[in-house]
């Protein structure tokens, strides 16, 4: 069905598509304390997403939002609700509010004295408050992520003390000691404990996201010399388990932010903030970011890489070495795609290793083709010379300077039409001319898999002849703001029911075409699709 409309879908739908140039798009309000404040200052969201191939994207922040001292009785204030308001009403391509509050809340109110009631008491208050100014962003802005930042452990014991015999000279001395000194376990103890409350926030709110790494700078950087309070000691980089790490031990005073003349307990220098925010974009950005539909490559002997020569590989690798040009071959298994028309595709690759001269360029190429490229969906070497669909160079975009950055490769055009539900597709990816071979990440590990990013066209052609499995159902896009479509193996129009998550019946209808879901609240609803033959059950989440 789809071959019979790709030249007309061509024709009307890709007409300048393929300039390879971007203005980022302002999608991530940051909010919140000092945290917030650094994080926009040392530009950590925008860095970020560069390295992970969304460098379309960017964040907005001012002096109102993102202050120094703040704390969430702050952002209760009309002055502040009233600029968060007014920049999510200016920014209307923002879906997230990176949002980092709560800290100063205890830093500056509990003590190490204080019994668990009076300790849980300051807490339910801080959470309180904090759902509240969720609350405001999501009346606001219906259907709007928020993501928690949350934060590191501290430092006070260690860099504190090595001020001796001076340590009340120290500008976070008052804090610390306001505190009643407390040990890092003490202090990390309670910080986690607070996160387990925004761990259940999140799992009532799927419109709220937090990725736990109180640990991360622990890991990241290691304890590498001894540490000169209790408990002393070291450990490597690397071996500190994630999320929360050595409660015991701070984050390192490696990461800690330096101001010449006194080193930091609390904030992180730029390049830890870096940290940081990558850390949150692998967990949380990189595939909300994503479009209608992302596709993780299939893994295996489906995916690897092949040579001029016949030598055929699992690694994914890109290049040049001796003479041998090596392709990557990739495979998504698209048949579940919706049977609608493809407006845009992005394939992000994770580099792992580069051996020479970077071939990541202007002039790669990529083939496909709307099933296999030899005789079998694995790589082999036949696959190398195989018959294709297409080929056409990427406008790339992203960033491949080091290893764990990403590349997103924007497809042209005269690719798109071959991306369909009718089998399963497959891509091959050259860098002609060049002397160097990268290599990326597989499909191992889901988070650094490679990525085909897919955006439907404007309208459906005919969701109905979806080919779909006995008991399942896809519904697209999900999560959606005013639209979604149901994609089941039926000739008639079927009952489609949407309950909310008390078993409300918020909706019934019989229809083969668009559900309007625009004036429904926020939130996780049941959908139930009846046909002649069986009925199909699944979850859509209206933003």
């Known amino acids: 069905m789809k071959k019979l409309f790709t030249l007309f879908f061509i024709l009307i739908s890709f007409q300048g598509y393929s300039q390879c140039s971007e203005t980022p798009v302002t999608r991530v309000l940051l909010v919140g304390d000092s945290w917030a404040n650094m994080i926009g200052i040392d530009n950590a969201i925008k860095n970020a997403f560069e390295r992970f191939g969304h460098s379309n994207y960017t964040f907005y922040t001012n002096a109102v939002l993102a202050e120094n001292g703040t704390k969430t009785s702050d952002f209760l204030q009309p002055n502040r609700l009233n600029e968060i308001q007014t920049q999510l009403l200016a920014h209307p391509d923002i879906d997230f509010v990176h949002l980092s509050l709560g800290g100063n809340d205890v830093l500056n109110n509990w003590h190490k004295s204080w019994s668990q009631a009076r300790t849980d008491s300051l807490l339910d208050s801080v959470y309180s408050r904090l759902t509240q100014i969720i609350s405001f962003i999501q009346n606001v ?15 006070f014991a260690e860099i504190i003390n090595d001020m001796a015999p001076f340590q009340n000279l120290h500008p976070f001395y008052g804090t610390w000691n306001g505190m009643g ?4 376990l003490e202090l990390n103890t309670l910080l986690n404990y607070f996160s387990n409350a925004i761990d259940t926030l999140v799992s009532n709110d799927p419109s709220v996201g937090f990725v736990r790494g109180t640990g991360l700078m622990q890991y990241i950087y290691g304890q590498t010399s001894n540490l000169g309070v209790p408990p002393g000691g070291t450990y490597p980089p690397l071996t500190a388990p994630m999320p929360e790490g050595f409660p015991n031990y701070p984050s390192p005073r490696t990461c800690m932010r330096s101001y010449v003349i006194a080193t930091d307990c609390f904030h992180l220098k730029p390049e830890a903030f870096n940290h940081f925010l990558d850390f949150h974009t692998r967990k949380y950005y990189q595939k909300q970011l994503m479009d209608d539909q992302y596709i993780l490559s299939s893994g295996g002997t489906m995916d690897g890489s092949v040579s001029d020569l016949g030598n055929v590989s ?10 041998e040009d090596f392709a990557a071959v990739l495979t998504f298994n698209t048949t579940l795609m919706p049977d609608t028309g493809v407006s845009k595709a992005s394939i992000f690759l994770r580099r792992e290793a580069l051996s020479g001269t970077n071939p990541v360029s202007s002039n790669m190429q990529v083939k496909v083709i709307s099933g296999n490229f030899g005789a079998t969906v694995d790589v082999e070497a036949s696959d190398f ?104 193996r039926e000739n008639k129009p079927v009952m489609v029911e949407l309950t909310d998550v008390s078993g409300r019946l918020v909706m019934q209808t019989t229809t083969d075409k668009l559900i309007d879901i625009s004036n429904f609240q926020p939130g996780v609803y049941v959908i139930k699709v009846y046909s002649e033959k069986r009925t199909a059950t699944g979850k859509v989440i209206k933003q």
């Open 181 to 184: 000194q407390p040990t890092f």
């Open 385 to 488: 010379n195989a018959t294709f669909d297409a080929m056409d160079t990427p406008c790339q975009f992203g960033s491949s300077a080091a290893n764990g950055h990403w590349i997103r490769l924007e497809l042209p055009s005269s690719i798109l039409p071959f991306i369909t539900d009718d089998f399963i597709t497959q891509f091959m990816i050259t860098a002609p001319g060049t002397s160097g071979v990268v290599t990326f990440s597989n499909a191992t590990d889901p988070e650094n898999a490679p990525v085909l990013n897919i955006t439907y066209g404007p309208e459906p052609l005919n969701v109905m002849e979806n080919v779909l499995s006995e008991n399942s159902l896809l519904v697209f896009p999900n999560p959606a703001k005013d639209f979604i479509r149901i994609a089941i």
């Open 314 to 323: 699992t690694d994914i690798k890109v290049g040049n070495s001796g003479g």
């Open 141 to 155: 802005k219906p259907g709007i992520r928020v993501f928690w930042s949350g934060y590191c452990y501290p430092n």
